[in-house]
């Protein structure tokens, strides 16, 4: 299972985006998927969490403006951001809590921490 975000970039504050990550491989279904994101010189934090079934939670700094969302069809997690905020900078990553899959003739059905390679999302105020 790999992952493969897309969509940062520069933008305004008050501007908006919206961040892609897409699972790949002999992918039956993913668990939990999540955005974090690291700025510099801090910890990586999580921004917004949401289930298999569909049901988001959000750290309290982007309840609100941001919006994350999933398509099980596509095995791929969204993430709406609205009302950006020069804190908002960072590098993006997202991340899959484990999936089921095919390889070979069996199906595994793993809890392997997942990540993508990260997207640069930078607010210039």
């Known amino acids: 299972v790999q992952l493969q975000a897309s969509g940062g970039g520069l933008v305004q504050a008050g501007g908006s985006l919206r961040l892609s990550c897409a699972a790949s491989?002999?992918?039956?279904?993913?668990?939990?998927m999540a955005w974090y994101r690291q700025a510099p010189g801090k910890q990586r934090e999580l921004v917004a969490v949401?289930?298999?079934?569909?049901?988001?939670s959000y750290a309290d700094s982007v309840k609100g403006r941001f919006t994350i969302s999933r398509d099980n069809a596509k095995n791929t997690v969204y993430l709406r951001m609205n009302s950006l905020k020069p804190e908002d900078t960072a590098v993006y990553y997202c991340?899959?809590?484990?999936?089921?899959?095919?390889?070979?003739?069996?199906?595994?059905?793993?809890?392997?921490?997942?990540w993508g390679q990260g997207t640069q999302v930078t607010v210039s105020s």
């Open positions: 991340y899959a809590g484990g999936a089921t899959y095919f390889s070979g003739d069996n199906i595994v059905a793993d809890k392997i921490d997942y």
């Open positions: 491989g002999r992918i039956i279904s993913v668990n939990d």
């Open positions: 949401i289930t298999n079934g569909g049901n988001p």
